[in-house]
Each structure stands twice: as C-alpha cells, then as structure tokens.
C-alpha cells in the first residue's frame, strides 16, 4: 500500500531560524503539495541548554508571514500530537525502555570526568563496541549493580549498542546511496536520567515513526547522522516504514567558499533570517520582511538556491508546487546571490497594483509623519516611482519629495545648475504656473515648453533648476508629473522658496 506523503519540519528553537533553514522548510512544502501530503511542524526542544525563548514563536511568524501552512504541529495541532518533544517525555521513556529490553542499548554510568579520562589514555577514544567493556556500564557491572546505583540516585545515561562490522546504507534521494561501515559509528547516548529527556537522535527517529513520516528532507548537516538513524530504524524493527532522506546541500556565502553566516550578511549588507530577531543582549538581526522584500519573492528566489527548473525563473507558489523536483536538487551547494534576490523583489514589486503597494507604503508613511495623505495621492506617486523600486523601503527614497518640501538643496546640483539668470527664469516659470487653471502634467509640459521656446532660454537650463527647486536635488521622474501631484500651491511655494533660498 502507498501511504500518504508526510514531511515535517522540525527546527530546534534555538534561536532565529537561518534563512537556509527556511529554504528546507519550503522544500519539504513543495514536496508534500505536489503529493498532495502533509506538512507538519514538529519542535524539537530536548536540548534544554540551548533553548531560547521567544525562538517557537518567530518560527510560526516566519511561516505565517511566508504564506507556507503547516497541515499539523505546533500552533495548529492534529491527531498525532503533541508536535512539542518536551511534551512528549513519556513516549520517549517507553522506546528507551523498549530498546533495553531487547539488548540493543544498555545503561552507562562513566561520568563526564571519567570518559575525559578515557579520551587521554587512548588516542581517538570512542565509546564503541572496541571500548565498551573497559567502561562502567550495564554490560560490565552485575544486574544488582546497576540496580543498586540507580536506586541510590546515580545518574546515568542510555547509550545505543552499535554492532561493529555491520554494512549501513543510506538511500538519498538526492545524493544516491551512501554506504558506510557501523565500526566507525559511536554508542551514541540516546536518553539521560539527569532531564529524563531523549537525545536529538532518539526522540527524532521516535517521532518520524510515529508521526507516520514518510520523507525526510533536511540539511546536509544531518547526513553524518543518517547511518545511525538506519540502524535505530533497525532495531526498533521498523525498516518497513523508515523514511527516505534527502540531505539538502549548503547556502554558501556569495563568494562560494563555505557556509553562508550572519556575519556574511552583516559584512555585505543583506539579512540571513526571515524576519527581525532581537536578541536577550538587545543585538538586533535584520530580516528579510523588514528590509522591504514580498514573501512571494523570497519564497521564489529561496526555491533557486540549489534546485532549477531550466531557464524559468519567475515562478509563483503554485507554478513551484507543480514543477519542483527534490531529485534535481543539487548536490553541490548553492551560493547566495543578493542581487538576485533584490531582482526578484522588484519583479514581485512591479507586478502588484497600485493600491496593494499603496497599502504597503501607508505604514512606511504613518511612520514618517504623513499619515494624512490620501490613498488616492500615494496611488498615483506609487505609479510613478515604482519601476525604481527593488525593496519596499525604496518607496520612500524615491518619492519622499512627494510628501515634503526640500528643507535643504543638494550643493553639487546648486553649483552646477543655479546659474545667475537663473532666480529671473523661476520668477517667470512660478508667474507662469501661477496663471494656468489646468494644472495637468501635460498642460503644464506644453506651456512651459512654448514660453521656453519664446524667450530663448535653454530647455535643460530651466528643467534642471526647476527639479532642484522642487525636489532638492536631482532625481525623481518626470518633472511635471512631480508638479501636477504636488498640486499648483505647493509648486509655487517650493519656487518661491528656492528663489528666496539657493545661492545666497
Ligand atoms: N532538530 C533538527 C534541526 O534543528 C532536525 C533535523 C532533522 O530534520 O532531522 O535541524
């Protein structure tokens, strides 16, 4: 029988979930929608020392805001629940107590101190099936032993029992088959009394088992733990149902040698996490949402990090849903590219209407202190400015001149374009403005054109020292198209106040 696809994505709260983190994310959703399976959400919190709070809840944000929904887990819960590890202490003491039973772990006592000890005498000590014996451990001590120190309050650990010699395959969709010898595998711990938590491993397998997990797409940092998940799959007699794993490969840094970081984007200037992340010390991480990007576009631009689909790249959700494959997904790792990313934004920018945009640069506004312009006016600059815009916060780069009167003039553009004829132009060009009734960008061009024309002055001369006027320096779009949105009032102001203001 063909079971259902299901894939789970299951972070460690750890602290601000890495944008390659989120690509791995987007690849187990793919995987599933075009299999019409499952995405599930599964926390894996076992580790108590390197739990950060605040991190559960910016992994539910990052996908909320992405657009990407869990079917199950944490924040949406289903039958297979609870989708938190720490909530599941029990069911892990169950299959530890299980793999007891059957001999395929055992009870070791060794303390920190101890296996240091070990780890001087013998050179490249591994608790294995060649050093085991030598250790004070379930195998070694008598059955009243162990019994006696762990009632006596020992703590003590739960190690797997790894048999030496035996052939391991890992079958990758992605990496093909990965074959390796169990001799070089360690007794890896899988339970402690200490928190009466399972390890990353145990709790892991456990839950993929029971949470009826088909695929297991991850990091590539996880394909040194595959072999020793086969053989917990081994031992618990579920070889049946193990899932098939796909170790993805790395984000690299833009210059392609080794793993993309934090630091990387701080060195260069771009977010490596979805969204914002404050940290306990009060560092402040950027992200993705807030330097200005559409989660669409980062969604498309993440899918093209490691997996193509030939020369398409313009791809929505839906498109991604139905072409990606996990088997063209490349082995070598992908290096980041920021400008791409930007390039994506601003396809993703330019294909929303004016009034989505419009309602994204509203908060932008409010935040600035214009608040009170109407939809109407921010429609119209949006169709103006946005064919320069790559993130959202450009918005208002370009077109803060819109909104307010420049309260400074650019000096370089003042040296080279404010000449001495130039205040006697503006007084004509306001006197001129001032008289028109039709205020249109085109009205405005074809009279200003004809006095031009007229009096002999040179085209570039007044249009330049116009813009500055008007905008403070040079930039921005069509100058009457600046002055019909303004309205007739604050053109004349902005001139007059030039005239008053530049070269004195
Ligand atoms: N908790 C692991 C992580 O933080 C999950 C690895 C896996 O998907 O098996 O990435």
């Known amino acids: 029988m063909t079971r259902k696809t299901r894939v789970r994505f299951a972070p460690s709260p750890t602290g601000p979930l890495h944008i390659g983190g989120v690509r791995t994310a987007l690849y187990n959703y793919l995987f599933a929608k075009q299999r019409v399976g499952d995405f599930i ?273 313009l791809m929505s959700l839906e498109r991604l849903i139905e072409v990606f494959s996990i088997e063209k997904c490349s082995k070598s790792g992908a290096r980041f590219d920021f400008e791409k990313a930007k390039w994506f934004n601003h396809q993703y920018i330019v294909q929303k209407s004016d009034r989505e945009l419009a309602e994204m640069f509203l908060p932008i506004l409010i935040q600035k202190g ?25 918005l208002w780069e370009q077109s803060y001149f819109f909104f307010q009167a420049p309260t400074e003039y650019d000096e370089k553009t003042v040296k080279k374009r404010w000449k001495e004829d130039t205040p006697k132009q503006m007084i004509e060009l306001r006197d001129l403005l001032a008289n028109l009734n039709d205020f249109s960008a085109s009205n405005q061009e074809s009279a200003v054109k004809s006095w031009i024309g007229d009096s002999g002055y040179k085209l570039g001369d007044v249009m330049n020292a116009f813009r500055l006027a008007i905008v403070g320096e040079s930039k921005g779009p069509h100058m009457f198209d600046i002055t019909e949105v303004i309205g007739k009032e604050e053109t004349i102001e902005r001139l007059n106040k030039a005239i008053e203001n530049i070269g004195k």
């Open 370 to 394: 214009f608040g009170d312009v109407s939809v109407h006016t921010v429609e119209r600059v949006i169709t103006l400015v946005k064919d320069r815009v790559s993130l959202l916060g450009d």
């Open 41 to 313: 959400l599964r926390i894996e919190d076992t580790d108590s020392q390197r739990f950060v709070p605040g991190a559960e809840d910016y992994i539910i944000n990052t996908f909320e805001w992405l657009g990407l929904k869990f079917d199950e887990g944490v924040g949406v819960g289903g039958k297979y629940g609870p989708y938190r590890q720490s909530e599941r202490k029990d069911i892990y003491r169950k299959y530890v107590n299980q793999l007891l039973e059957s001999g395929r772990a055992y009870i070791a006592f060794d303390t920190p101190e101890e296996l240091e000890i070990k780890r001087k005498e013998i050179p490249n000590f591994q608790y294995d099936a060649s050093t085991r014996d030598g250790m004070r451990n379930s195998l070694t001590l008598s059955a009243e032993e162990v019994k006696s120190l762990i009632d006596s309050g020992v703590q003590y650990v739960v190690r797997f029992k790894i048999e030496p010699n035996e052939e391991v395959v890992v079958n990758d969709l992605i990496r093909g088959e990965v074959r390796i010898n169990s001799s070089i595998l360690d007794d890896k711990v899988l339970w402690k009394s200490a928190d009466q938590l399972p390890t990353y491993h145990l709790a892991n397998i456990v839950d993929d088992h029971l949470m009826e997990i088909t695929h297991v797409i991850r990091g590539e940092e996880w394909l040194p733990s595959a072999p020793l998940h086969v053989l917990l799959y081994r031992a618990f007699n579920w070889e049946d149902t193990m899932p098939q794993f796909a170790h993805l490969s790395l984000l690299l840094k833009p210059e392609g040698n080794g793993k993309l970081s934090k630091r990387d984007g701080d060195r260069l200037g771009f977010p490596v996490f979805p969204l914002q992340w404050i940290d306990a010390q009060g560092e402040v991480s950027s992200g993705y949402r807030e330097a200005g990007y559409l989660p669409e576009a980062v969604i498309n631009f993440l899918a093209l990090l490691g997996w193509s689909a030939g020369d398409e790249e």
